[in-house]
């Protein structure tokens, strides 16, 4: 589901925001209530020129405009996207 998730993250960006990444980070949360997946947005910081908790709230707003089946809610925490998957 990592890869999943991972690949269809990294696609959203790439195309929504003109990047060309290869790859992105994605982590298990340390508190499980929290999701089963979180994205920390740090990493796009740089390339994007904004501030990470600016990043996460306008990915959530790509997934939410193109959300996937197979997940379940995403929430966003500062600079983290918090997932809850299918």
């Known amino acids: 589901m990592r890869d999943l998730?991972?690949?269809?993250?990294?696609?959203?960006v790439n195309n929504n925001y003109?990047?060309?990444l290869e790859?992105?980070?994605?982590?298990?949360?340390q508190n499980s209530e929290f999701g089963d997946?979180?994205?920390p947005c740090f990493q796009f910081s740089k390339?994007?020129?904004k501030?990470?908790?600016i990043i996460?709230?306008?990915?959530?707003?790509?997934i939410d405009n193109n959300k996937e089946q197979f997940i379940d809610e995403?929430?966003?925490a500062g600079p983290y996207l918090n997932f809850k998957v299918n």
């Open 74 to 76: 995403v929430n966003c």
């Open 51 to 53: 501030g990470p908790p």
């Open 47 to 49: 390339p994007l020129k």
């Open 56 to 62: 996460s709230t306008e990915i959530k707003t790509l």
């Open 23 to 29: 790859n992105i980070i994605l982590e298990t949360p």
């Open 37 to 39: 997946f979180a994205l």
């Open 5 to 12: 998730l991972s690949k269809y993250i990294l696609e959203l």
């Open 18 to 20: 003109n990047l060309n």
